[in-house]
């Protein structure tokens, strides 16, 4: 059976075109029809058949435009009618000097620019101090003193350094601290 | 009459049949009531683990074994974001993670929890090179080694190759399972149905936020309905009296209803720069502010494919390979559908040995 994406429609030709595959693959079936075969075997492969043509049938007409406008139409109104309802139950909370959903979610998002904004700090002043303590490692080795800030290890030295300490599953009751860690980093 | 005495009449042997069928089939429905208690008898999970690491809703399990330790490099398991995990430790018989740790890994799996709407905000950046980031390098402390194994399945392979192109010294060796790489393909329907010209990721986000479970999973059946609503159901009518079976079928079901929300900018995300724009495979793909280069993956990589696979078509997989710049590359493909590759028993018999000796060799 041809994929009718690209034509555009989808209509009687469509449901012609299964039932004839259907009815061919019934009297490919009728042929192989062994005499032995009792009536539940027979009805199986009777109902083998019809799934096998109906799910090919499907799956072309969920590939076709119709079904892809279909789709999208739906789509368009279940997403505008949910709209309408946040806009109402935002409107109906403000008038009631509650809080929106829309109030929490903005405030999640500077919340979300802030910390992203610390981050990108905290990564700038981390990268600066470990410079700084390159130079300063520099110098004091040019000069021959003690090498007491030298820039701190590689990860993989820190690793082999520090003991093994197994982390604390948490109990649910327990909020995790989320990590400063720079998210930013390659 | 006896059998013989059938032979020779065949219409008394069909009238025979027609009863028989009949009345297996009213024996078979008198067990119908009793199905809901194969419905609680279903368990999440078959091996025994700890959590040892939790970041807000992740948890992050550690795998339990008696067997000696084989490998020092410990392997993580990075499923998607739209399902629970279990499926790859769903029953013992058929459990990815149970061939591993038979085989002596330290064998992770990250459990992503259930985000809220407080969680919509969460972009992939978050998960990449926050929580993925944190868990990496936990087990690199906790384990003493300097980079990890990562299997990514499905969506979490997607994440392991993007996590592996932008902090290529941590990940060791890296195994996709139906992982979508190339959304180029129109060969699976979610493709099409998520062009550009008929979903609007933007207006539905905006509206609803988090993707809701409810529809991921009617997105999941459709894709398959005559299978799903109609097939399915004769099957198991058809085999109510066979225990293990039935068992099985639950505990597969259990799993299927089992969706999660995805974050709502995580979602817009995934569909926009993956789906519609296709932007990984032409290293554009912005994460946070870097942007993925697919040819920073060194590693050894492993290409696990479904040739049946009707989420994740091969033709969204098989590029991955000459996208990369691994000197060791390899692909292999099973001829099962997207679940099947975790808990089909062909898989089991001839995929997973092979991937276990394959990391044993590199581990």
Redesign the interface.
């Known amino acids: 059976m041809s994929s009718d994406?690209g034509d555009g429609s989808f209509g009687g030709d469509a449901f012609t075109r299964m039932w004839s595959q259907f009815a061919a693959k019934m009297m490919e079936l009728g042929l192989s029809f062994a005499?032995?075969a009792?009536?539940?075997?027979a009805a199986r492969e009777v109902?083998s058949s019809l799934?096998r043509a109906?799910?090919d049938y499907?799956?072309q007409f969920?590939?076709s435009e119709e079904f892809?406008?279909m789709?999208?139409q739906s789509?368009?109104g279940a997403?505008?009618a949910?709209?309408q309802l946040?806009n109402f139950l935002g409107e109906m909370q403000h008038n009631f000097q509650g809080t929106s959903?829309q109030d929490?979610?903005e405030l999640?998002?500077s919340l979300?620019r802030v910390e992203r904004r610390l981050l990108d700090e905290t990564q700038r002043i981390a990268a600066r101090l470990d410079e700084l303590s390159a130079r300063l490692a520099k110098v004091e080795r040019l000069s021959g003193r003690p090498d007491d800030l030298a820039p701190r290890p590689a990860?993989?030295e820190r690793?082999?350094e520090?003991p093994?300490e197994?982390?604390q599953?948490?109990r649910p009751s327990q909020r995790?601290?989320?990590?400063t860690?720079n998210?930013?980093?390659? | 009459m006896s059998t013989a005495e059938y032979s020779g009449r065949p219409w008394v042997r069909a009238q025979k049949a027609i009863v028989d069928e009949v009345s297996e089939t009213l024996r078979r429905m008198t067990r119908l009531p009793f199905l809901w208690r194969h419905a609680q008898r279903v368990k999440k999970g078959a091996s025994p683990s700890e959590v040892v690491y939790e970041e807000d809703q992740l948890r992050l399990l550690h795998y339990l074994s008696d067997q000696p330790r084989k490998s020092q490099t410990p392997l993580l398991f990075v499923f998607a974001l739209v399902n629970r995990p279990y499926i790859l430790d769903l029953v013992p018989q058929r459990s990815v993670v149970s061939q591993f740790v038979k085989a002596g890994f330290d064998v992770y799996l990250i459990d992503w929890g259930t985000p809220t709407h407080a969680h919509r905000r969460l972009t992939l950046d978050s998960y990449i090179n926050g929580y993925l980031l944190n868990v990496v390098d936990y087990l690199r402390e906790r384990t003493g080694s300097e980079a990890v194994s990562a299997l990514g399945y499905c969506m979490g392979g997607t994440m392991s190759a993007i996590f592996t192109a932008l902090h290529p010294a941590r990940i060791k060796n890296l195994i996709l399972m139906a992982a979508g790489i190339e959304f180029g393909t129109r060969v699976g329907l979610i493709n099409l149905w998520t062009d550009a010209k008929y979903f609007d990721a933007d207006a539905f986000v905006d509206a609803l936020g988090n993707c809701p479970a409810e529809f991921l999973q009617t997105m999941f059946l459709m894709l398959k309905p005559v299978d799903n609503l109609i097939a399915k159901p004769l099957g198991l009518l058809e085999r109510l009296d066979d225990e293990r079976f039935v068992h099985e079928y639950f505990t597969m079901e259990t799993w299927l209803n089992d969706n999660v929300p995805v974050p709502g900018e995580v979602f817009r995300e995934f569909v926009k720069h993956l789906y519609q724009q296709n932007l990984l495979v032409k290293n554009q793909l912005p994460i946070g502010r870097h942007v993925v280069n697919l040819k920073h993956i060194t590693c050894p990589v492993l290409n696990l494919m479904a040739s049946n696979d009707d989420l994740v078509p091969c033709a969204q997989s098989e590029s991955f390979n000459d996208l990369v710049d691994s000197s060791d590359r390899k692909a292999m493909k099973v001829s099962a559908g997207h679940i099947g590759l975790a808990v089909g028993s062909k898989a089991h018999r001839e995929l997973w040995p092979q991937v276990c000796q394959w990391l044993a060799e590199r581990s």
């Open positions: 994406q005499p032995q009792t009536p539940p075997e109902r799934l109906w799910a499907c799956d969920m590939r892809l406008n789709l999208k789509l368009a997403i505008q949910r709209q946040n959903r929490a979610d999640m998002a979300q990860p993989a690793i082999a520090r093994k197994s982390r599953a948490k995790s601290h989320r990590k860690r998210r930013n980093r390659p």
